[in-house]
């Protein structure tokens, strides 16, 4: 690793492969050092970038920086970094002939500027997607977009250009080589890697560099990243579990439709996200400046689509925005009443619960039954005077008299015309649902009323299964 005070690898004033003259350092990072140099033939202006003798020799960087400049010499337009020239110093580094940019890039203008304003936003990822489009186009990934590889610089008119740089974590789709990704390998940034990448960069498709354009609008809009972390475990825990954080809560100023398309973008799911920039380039041209147009249009026929009518007809539908955290949206009822709905019966269970029913119904007569027959029994011992002997016809026990009350009638009768007391009527058993219990002193009967009818007890084959318990 090259550390700030380490002596680069170059010397101003030193010449390189005899033809490009080291002019001044213009940044230094983990593997290497980018100087500005200038074309002693030409009189051109260029930026090396120059990796370590010892990271060049060790594992696949200098491979790396060589398929970076392959990658990034096949594409041809406005808005990616061109790349002149590749080769290597007589110590074994590796370096790459870029052409110089003078400006800076988006990382330090959201560190000085931001929140960057809507308009100009949505063109910056509008010309980076002009730039991936042709990448991908090629069958090529880049799989470290982020706002320090997109360079703000001018136009000779001075209107704003954005170029794609350092393509070296890019990724050919149709190299079957594969070496220099491992399986297992996690490459990129990793605020702004998909899930999928961060499980491992072999299998990425162009769907990972669209989530990485989501992250970057939603910070050029807000000034920071959706998603946070103290750690890296933490900050991949929040990418696979967790919702963005909504970007309208810290800008509301934001369009909800505009909010709905960094969502898209940040899908989870590949088959969720837009299914190439071309499709992102179109939802975002509503927010576009008018000059900026003409970008959406060229995303869509770098990728073969003809025009925004083609693209419109096949993208799916954008979700409506997470509510706040703070905010928690009510279940519908009918998501409730489906969620606490019992699984459906098998026939057997339909059968016993039918049976249940049943038996439930005819218990509910019995004790129905009973409890009149009851209640009569009272109301016909009240009516009875106390101590007073009952003739003729009403004076036959109730099968549901108390005992004593019958007892009691019985003996008076007896005493009167001299003959022997009857015995005493048998008392109903429990089984007959008439507990025993004492009456109270019967009401006066007059004797032409007619005799109250005993209710009659069903009989216990309607009772079916059913059995009162006391």
Known sequence: MLRADDPVPVSPGAVIAGKYRVDGVLGRGGFGV?????????RQPVAIKILLPTVARAGDAGLRLQREAQAASRLRGEHTARVLDFGALEDGSTFMVMERLHGQDLAQIIRERSPIPLPLAIEFVLQACEALAEAHALGIVHRDVKPANLFLTARHDGSPCVKVVDFGMSKSLT??????????????????????????????????????????LHELLAGRVPYNGDTL?????????????????QRPEVPEALERVVLRCLQKAEGDRYPSVAHLAVDLAPFAPPHAQVHVDRVVRTLGFGDRSAVAGCH????????????????????A????APPPLTQSQVRDARASGVRLVAGAGVLLAL???????VLVGRRAPEGTAATGPSAAPSAVSAPSVTSASTSA???????????????P?????????RAPSAAPRRSDEPPMPAPKRPPDDDLGDFHVRH
Not at 233 to 249: I, K, N, Q
Not at 429 to 437: C, D, E, F, L, T
Request: proline residues 17%; contains cysteine.
């Open 316 to 335: 799916t539908s954008v979700p409506p925005p997470a509510p706040p955290p703070s905010v928690a949206p009510p279940a519908p009822a009918s998501a």
């Open 34 to 42: 980018v100087v500005a140099a200038t074309h002693l033939a030409l």
């Open 429 to 437: 058993s429990a089984s007959q649902g008439a507990p025993p219990r």
């Open 175 to 216: 190299d079957l080589q594969g070496n220099l990704t491992k399986t297992t390998a996690v490459l990129g940034t990793p605020y702004y890697m998909s899930p999928e990448q961060m499980r491992s960069s072999k299998h990425v498709t162009s769907r990972a560099d669209v989530w990485s354009l989501g992250i970057v």
């Open 233 to 249: 475990g933490e900050l991949c825990s929040r990418v696979f579990t967790r919702p963005p954080d909504p970007l309208r809560a």
């Open 371 to 377: 409890s009149l027959a009851l209640a009569v029994g």
């Open 337 to 340: 009443r489906q969620s606490a």
């Open 413 to 427: 009768s007896a005493g009167a015309s001299g003959a022997p007391p009857a015995p005493p009527a048998p008392v």
